[in-house]
């Protein structure tokens, strides 16, 4: 980073950066912690989807600050992740689901457990 | 100033280092096939992460086009898996 970053980017830049990681890290942890699959399932889904709503916003920010114009790049990204986000767990959580009943009846049809 | 933005760059990266373990884990780990498939989509969120942080460092633009590819390209990696988890088949007849 060789330019001067301005105050007003540099304040909510880091508090958006440093919330961010947090996030990601504690949805990372419940992904270890947590019990069963349909818990672990929270865990990346929620804290992901605000971590990287943060750290975009961050980025934003600050190449809007470094380039002098309004640069609006990264919602392309957001929108891609808050469209797919949900949807990858609803389609992972039938999966599970599925399997797990499939499983107990000892019906499943391909596939170690 | 920037001094502090630097640190914060820091401390998210070190985060993410420690989420991308914890994914891996899962993904070594995890006793079921949907848990690795959650933990692949997780790992592939956190390089899209590491590569947003690694473009506001040197001020770039190659690094956002690669983090829109990781982006596509991990929501149909990741629906393609749990179809096939349900069932059995990515593309049916």
């Keep these: 980073m060789t330019t001067q970053l301005p105050l007003w980017v540099t304040i909510p830049g880091t508090l958006l950066l440093t919330g961010g990681g947090l996030l990601t890290v504690i949805g990372s942890i419940g992904l270890i912690r947590l019990p069963s699959f349909f818990a ?35 919602l ?11 949807v990858t767990a609803m389609m992972l959580m039938r999966a599970a689901i599925y399997r797990t ?12 457990e | 100033m920037n001094t502090v933005f630097d640190g914060a760059l820091w401390f998210a990266q070190l985060c993410l280092v420690v989420a991308m373990a914890c994914a891996a884990f899962r993904l070594i780990r995890g006793p079921t096939a949907q848990d690795r498939v959650l933990a692949l989509d997780t790992l592939n969120m956190n390089c899209l992460l590491t590569l947003l942080m690694l473009g506001m460092r040197s001020s770039s633009t190659a690094y956002f086009d690669m983090a829109l590819l990781m982006a596509l ?7 393609a898996l749990a179809k096939f988890l349900l069932r059995g088949e990515v593309i049916e007849p």
């Design chain 1, 76 to 86: 392309v990204i957001a929108a891609c992740i808050f469209i797919s986000s949900p």
């Design chain 2, 73 to 79: 390209f991990g929501f149909v990696s990741s629906t």
């Design chain 1, 40 to 74: 672990r399932m929270h865990g990346p889904s929620l804290g992901y989807t605000l971590g990287a709503g943060c750290v975009l916003i961050s980025s934003m920010l600050t190449s809007s600050a470094l380039l002098d114009r309004a640069v609006l790049h990264e």
């Design chain 1, 101 to 112: 009943v499939a499983g107990e009846r000892g019906t499943r049809p391909f596939g170690p």
